[in-house]
Every structure is written in C-alpha cells, then in structure tokens.
C-alpha cells in the first residue's frame, strides 16, 4: 500500500540554523500539508499547499518559513532561521483527489539546540 | 473558525473493557468531516475512524464505534473490548472543505492489565 514517507525521521539543529524537512507523498495525491506538534501539546496545522502554490496558512507560518514542491514528488518545508521554540514533531500529510482523507507521513523531530 | 475540544486528558480502563472519549466541535461549515486518530508513543498519526458530517449513521470500525451527535455537535469514541495496544493518545479533529484538520489537545488513554 503507498505510504506518505519523510526524511529524516529525527534532526537536531543549531539555533539560526536552515533546516529541510522532506516529505514525498504519495503519487496520485493532489493536496498537501504540514503540521506540527510541539512535544505535549495539539497538532498545528501550518500550511495547505494545492495546485503548486499555497492555499491556506496559519499564522504560525510566518517568513521563517517555506514550501515547496519542486520535482512533483518531493514536498519541502523550510525553516530559514530555527529558533528554540521550532522544536517539535512536523508531519506531512496528503489528499487524494476522490476523498478527505489525510495520509499522514511518520513524522520528523526537529530539535533546535 | 473551527475548534475541537477534548476535556478528557487521561481516561484509565480495564483492559477488556469498554471506553468512551469525548469530543466537541465548533464550526460555522455546513459540510465537514470529524475524525479520530490513535498517536502511539512512536508518535505516529493513525487514523482511528472518520465520520462524514452528512451522514447520519454513526460510523464502526471493528471494535471502534462513533457516537456522533450532530445537532449537539458532539463526536465521541467508543472503544469496544478494550486491548493493551489501544494504549496511546487519542485525538480528535475536524475538517472543512479545504480539508484542513483542525484538533483537540488529546486524551491519553492508559488500558490496566
């Protein structure tokens, strides 16, 4: 069965530091999405992402931060300048076009030092 | 905009046994969807059980049952013959059109041997 998958599974960064997070969904899959959760707490949605641009974002994702799809299969999220509090679980999901469903990737840790 | 709400952070139950976790929502949507996903300590997001909001049966899945309560814009889980395995957190979240998911805190849900 086809599977959201993400690398690396755990990163630890320097504060300041860039980070790319990837995730490839999976193939047929149209829309997509990241979130985070903040080790204790809810999962934040941060960005939609459909039709090669944008389509929906938290205010969470400010300018630190960046999507891309830029092969159609890899999808990125970058985080220009880590901070402290970037430290947590970041998950990329996918839709498929006949359904609601989100399929969720294993998940990367990010830890900022 | 959309919240989910879980007033339940811990629920304990004998294992064999059953349990509900609670879940409330909020939306302004005429067309959602709700559903549940099991968060083991991997930290993995697993989709439990998903409910179209237009549906008035209450979705089942196995041992897992929904009580979906539309008018009091309710949506609790029904855990059937419970196992050590269920063991995890549970959460609870809704989404719109867009398909984004907005989620409850969380109820972490420890099964007694």
Same mark, same amino acid.
């Given at each position: 069965?086809?599977?959201?998958?993400?690398?690396?599974?755990? &990163?630890?960064?320097?504060?300041? !530091?860039?980070?790319?997070?990837?995730?490839?969904? @999976?193939?047929?899959? %149209?829309?997509?999405?990241?979130?985070?959760? @903040? %080790?204790?707490?809810?999962?934040?949605?941060?960005?939609?992402?459909?039709?090669?641009?944008?389509?929906?974002?938290?205010? =969470?994702?400010?300018?630190?931060?960046?999507?891309?799809?830029?092969?159609?299969?890899?999808?990125?999220?970058?985080?220009?300048?880590?901070? *402290?509090?970037?430290?947590?679980?970041?998950?990329?999901?996918?839709?498929? $076009?006949?359904?609601?469903?989100?399929?969720?990737?294993?998940?990367?840790?990010?830890?900022?030092? | 905009?959309?919240?989910?709400?879980?007033?339940?952070?811990?629920?304990?139950? !004998?294992?064999?046994?059953?349990?509900? *976790?609670?879940?409330?929502?909020?939306?302004?949507?005429?067309?959602?969807?709700?559903?549940?996903?099991? &968060?083991?300590?991997?930290?993995?997001? =697993? %989709?439990? =059980?998903?409910?179209? $909001?237009?549906?008035?049966?209450?979705?089942?899945?196995?041992?897992?049952?929904?009580?979906?309560?539309?008018?009091?814009?309710?949506?609790? *889980?029904?855990?059937?013959?419970? !196992?050590?395995?269920?063991? $995890?957190?549970?959460?609870? $979240?809704?989404?719109?059109?867009?398909?984004? *998911?907005?989620?409850?805190?969380?109820?972490?849900?420890? =099964?007694?041997?």
């Amino acid at each position: 069965e086809p599977e959201v998958t993400q690398t690396p599974s755990h &990163q630890v960064t320097q504060m300041g !530091q860039e980070v790319i997070l990837r995730c490839v969904p @999976i193939s047929n899959h %149209l829309y997509f999405y990241w979130y985070r959760q @903040i %080790l204790g707490q809810k999962v934040e949605f941060l960005v939609s992402f459909y039709n090669n641009e944008i389509s929906e974002k938290s205010e =969470i994702f400010d300018d630190q931060f960046s999507v891309e799809r830029p092969d159609g299969s890899n999808f990125t999220l970058k985080i220009r300048s880590t901070k *402290l509090e970037d430290s947590a679980m970041y998950f990329c999901a996918s839709v498929p $076009a006949s359904s609601y469903e989100q399929y969720f990737g294993p998940g990367t840790r990010l830890t900022v030092t | 905009a959309q919240t989910v709400t879980q007033s339940q952070p811990e629920m304990s139950v !004998q294992e064999a046994e059953t349990v509900t *976790l609670s879940c409330t929502y909020d939306t302004s949507e005429s067309d959602y969807y709700l559903f549940w996903y099991k &968060q083991p300590p991997s930290r993995q997001m =697993i %989709l439990v =059980i998903r409910q179209e $909001a237009y549906k008035q049966q209450n979705a089942t899945e196995n041992r897992f049952s929904v009580n979906f309560q539309k008018a009091a814009k309710s949506f609790s *889980l029904k855990i059937s013959d419970s !196992q050590l395995g269920d063991a $995890a957190m549970y959460f609870c $979240a809704s989404s719109d059109s867009n398909y984004q *998911l907005i989620w409850g805190a969380g109820t972490k849900l420890i =099964i007694k041997p």
